[in-house]
T-cell receptor
Framework: DAGITQSPRHKVTETGTPVTLRCHQTENHRYMYWYRQDPGHGLRLIHYSYGVKDTDKGEVSDGYSVSRSKTEDFLLTLESATSSQTSVYFC??????????????FGEGSWLTVV | GENVEQHPSTLSVQEGDSAVIKCTYSDSASNYFPWYKQELGKGPQLIIDIRSNVGEKKDQRIAVTLNKTAKHFSLHITETQPEDSAVYFCAASSSGGSYIPTFGRGTSLIVHP
């Protein structure tokens, strides 16, 4: 298994509070991603990073911010959590971002419930 | 951008039967097509992939076929077993620019013993 650790694995939080999810990798891969998974929607990209301090938006980035100060860590922050952000969040990594055949490896997921 | 459609959303088969999951994509520049299996409570894991210069690829009971002209690719599982029960995702990406795959919405495969 790829060395990806997500924390926390489960969290319940109240509407309006900030939440930060952490992804830590031991593979020294350049690319890191945050996806959310919801029934009927599959995996949707929130944000991704292609290097330290280099990030870009995905298709569902509203309400989320990210930071990457070290190669191994990628943080996802919900500035003010809403019930629509109740979801399972997956961190993923890939060695490079250009060219075909670069496998994406997923973490085990973080279950977030906003009440 | 790329759009990937995956069908069916749910597939129920008897143990020993074959299962086929189909995906279509919209971007003719896409040239890499991975398939992921997600077991309950876990993250998706790559099970097989195919590149655009190959029409078919097999790995034991799993095979993937690609038709670039029609822009569709399929996952075939033969002699299904209960442990094949999972959600399967297809994805498509191109070598242009950064590698950001677009995923299908997933197929829940249920194999009945």
């Amino acid at each position: 298994d790829a060395g990806i650790t997500q924390s926390p694995r489960h969290k319940v939080t109240e509407t309006g509070t900030p939440v930060t999810l952490r992804c830590h990798q031991t593979e020294n891969h350049r690319y890191m991603y945050w996806y959310r998974q919801d029934p009927g929607h599959g995996l949707r990209l929130i944000h991704y990073s292609y290097g330290v301090k280099d990030t870009d938006k995905g298709e569902v980035s509203d309400g989320y911010s990210v930071s990457r100060s070290k190669t191994e860590d990628f943080l996802l922050t919900l500035e003010s959590a809403t019930s629509s952000q109740t979801s399972v969040y997956f961190c993923a990594i890939s060695e490079t971002g250009s060219g075909s055949g670069n496998t994406i490896y997923f973490g085990e997921g973080s279950w977030l419930t906003v009440v | 951008g790329e759009n990937v459609e995956q069908h069916p959303s749910t597939l129920s088969v008897q143990e020993g039967d074959s299962a086929v999951i189909k995906c279509t994509y919209s971007d003719s520049a896409s040239n890499y097509f991975p398939w992921y299996k997600q077991e309950l409570g876990k993250g998706p894991q790559l099970i097989i992939d195919i590149r655009s210069n190959v029409g078919e690829k097999k790995d034991q009971r799993i095979a993937v076929t690609l038709n670039k002209t029609a822009k569709h690719f399929s996952l075939h599982i033969t002699e299904t077993q209960p442990e094949d029960s999972a959600v399967y995702f297809c994805a498509a990406s191109s070598s242009g620019g950064s590698y950001i795959p677009t995923f299908g919405r997933g197929t829940s495969l249920i194999v009945h013993p």
